[in-house]
């Protein structure tokens, strides 16, 4: 693991999902660009001194040369470092699990994408509401034609934790309100996440978009609001709403999808209820692990119906399926890679489109 030491939050969530399905060992790790601190989280998370580094670079070309090198590496840092971390372990054909965005700016995105596919390792981004089962469940209904004509796609994504300005020991809000580290506010934390989600379950790709991103706190140089207008192929229209000063919410990530014969409703605050409507009729609800929950849903649910699965099942299943890849080691595979550029470019079309009064901006 690259990143994710003292005083960090998502490099606990990859620590515990992918240990969850015990497809993965965490053996190595440069744990913070601070040499003290890297090397007091790895003995706390109990790595060894010699596998203990200071630095990404010195990590990746000491674990290639080692007998038993790690496998894979997890990118748990700022968004700017996501490309170089990257690229020093695919140069070394040691593959990598990022987390999301891709990368900050869209020239990083297409540079690490060039890299990645030189390489003989293998490439995963983790957008981890993809792994949620009924996420799965819908997805393979879209693929089905169960909605019919998609009109309508509708993703929201709203928090309030930033509605004020954070205090200097924050060290989450700190990174992600410098438009260096982050490329960009909430439209880059969060809204690239509605942006995946809606692409992902219909299947399709937006051809253009119109944003309005807005800061609400005095003197915030990055969004903290943003609304944007999507068309996708084939006609359909999308609606985002992505804020992190919307108070009252803490992690309301909502996906709705219409189409000519019915409608999909999923929210990540109560993950295991997908809600489907098919026109004229009543809404039926359909539950992980319950007798409406089809193939899709079924091969990423562990535990019976009725037993909340959520957050961390949905990373370790994205964890799970990297490893049968890595296993069945087909050359150069890259999981993701093509969504994660999608999403930086919908991020530069973003803040494109803003700063020039809400144009539309071409997508294809």
């Given at each position: 693991m690259v990143g994710g030491g003292q005083g960090a939050f998502i490099g606990g969530v990859h620590r515990m999902a992918a240990r969850l399905d015990g497809c993965f060992d965490l053996v190595a790790g440069a744990f913070s660009s601070d040499p003290a601190r890297a090397h007091a989280s790895a003995a706390e998370i109990g790595i060894s001194a010699d596998r203990s580094y200071a630095d990404y670079t010195e990590m990746a070309?000491?674990?290639?040369?080692?007998?038993?090198?790690?496998?894979?590496?997890?990118?748990?840092?700022?968004?700017?470092?996501?490309?170089?971390?990257?690229?020093?372990?695919?140069?070394?054909?040691?593959?990598?699990?990022?987390?999301?965005?891709?990368?900050?700016?869209?020239?990083?995105?297409?540079?690490?994408?060039?890299?990645?596919?030189?390489?003989?390792?293998?490439?995963?981004?983790?957008?981890?509401?993809?792994?949620?089962?009924?996420?799965?469940?819908?997805?393979?209904?879209?693929?089905?034609?169960?909605?019919?004509?998609?009109?309508?796609i509708e993703a929201n994504y709203l928090q309030d934790w930033l509605s004020a300005v954070p205090t200097k020991e924050n060290k989450q809000a700190k990174w992600r309100l410098d438009p260096a580290q982050s490329g960009g506010g909430a439209i880059g934390d969060i809204g690239t996440h509605a942006h995946n989600l809606a692409c992902f379950v219909s299947g399709l790709r937006p051809?253009?978009?119109?944003?309005?991103?807005?800061?609400?706190?005095?003197?915030?140089?990055?969004?903290d609001d943003a609304r944007i207008t999507l068309e996708f192929e084939g006609g359909a229209r999308g609606y985002i709403w992505a804020s992190q000063v919307a108070i009252g919410n803490e992690n309301n990530l909502t996906l709705a999808i219409y189409g000519a014969k019915g409608s999909l409703r999923w929210a990540q605050e109560t993950p295991n209820i997908l809600w489907f409507t098919e026109f004229g009729q009543a809404p039926q609800m359909i539950t992980r692990g319950g007798g409406a929950a089809n193939a899709s849903a079924a091969d990423v649910t562990r535990i019976p119906a009725g037993h909340p699965e959520g957050y961390l099942e949905a990373f370790a299943t994205l964890y799970s399926e990297a490893a049968t890849v890595i296993r069945s080691k087909p050359k150069g595979a890259t999981i993701g890679i093509q969504a994660g550029l999608d999403g930086v470019r919908f991020v530069d079309a973003c803040l494109r489109s803003s700063q020039d009064g809400s144009a539309w901006i071409d997508l294809s």
């Open positions: 070309k000491a674990e290639a040369a080692r007998a038993d090198g790690i496998d894979a590496v997890s990118i748990v840092t700022p968004n700017h470092l996501h490309g170089p971390i990257a690229g020093a372990f695919l140069a070394q054909n040691i593959s990598v699990i990022c987390d999301k965005p891709l990368t900050a700016t869209l020239e990083q995105a297409q540079s690490l994408l060039a890299v990645a596919e030189a390489s003989d390792a293998h490439f995963f981004l983790t957008h981890n509401y993809t792994g949620y089962p009924m996420i799965r469940q819908a997805r393979q209904m879209l693929a089905e034609d169960a909605l019919g004509e998609i009109r309508i051809t253009a978009l119109s944003a309005t991103l807005r800061s609400y706190v005095a003197g915030r140089i990055v969004d």
